[in-house]
């Protein structure tokens, strides 16, 4: 499974950015795919999970803003993150992280991409 992050940059306060994260490989029939951030020295926070029922969780910082989607192809599923009304607090690293068979989310992933940074400006 190889899972490669793109879409982030540098928005001003209000703006908006789409994540992509493209899986490779990843052909699991029940799954939980999920987009994480990080800022240095700081926890990684959960943003957003969809699993293979298209069920989706937000973290209360980002409801209402943010939103988690998936494609399926062949042998790739392709995870996104559309972020609206984008603030200075979400600046961070976002990373894509994707799980075993699973039939619900949990806490345990066992991939994950390289991470893309986001960063807002005020």
């Known amino acids: 499974v190889h899972m490669v992050e793109s879409g982030g940059g540098s928005v001003q306060s209000g703006g908006s950015l789409r994540l992509s994260c493209a899986a490779s490989?990843?052909?699991?029939?029940?799954?939980?795919m999920a987009w994480f951030r990080q800022n240095p020295g700081k926890e990684r926070e959960g943003v957003a999970t969809?699993?293979?029922?298209?069920?989706?969780?937000?973290a209360d910082s980002v409801k209402g803003r943010f939103t988690i989607s998936l494609s399926e192809d062949n042998d790739k599923k392709t995870l996104y993150l559309e972020m609206n009304s984008l603030k200075p607090e979400d600046t961070a690293m976002y990373y894509c992280?994707?799980?075993?068979?699973?039939?619900?989310?949990?806490?345990?992933?066992?991939?994950w991409g390289q991470g893309t940074q986001v960063t807002v400006s005020s």
């Open positions: 969809i699993d293979a029922y298209r069920d989706t969780r937000y």
């Open positions: 490989g990843y052909t699991y029939a029940r799954f939980c």
């Open positions: 992280a994707a799980s075993y068979y699973v039939w619900r989310c949990g806490n345990d992933f066992a991939y």
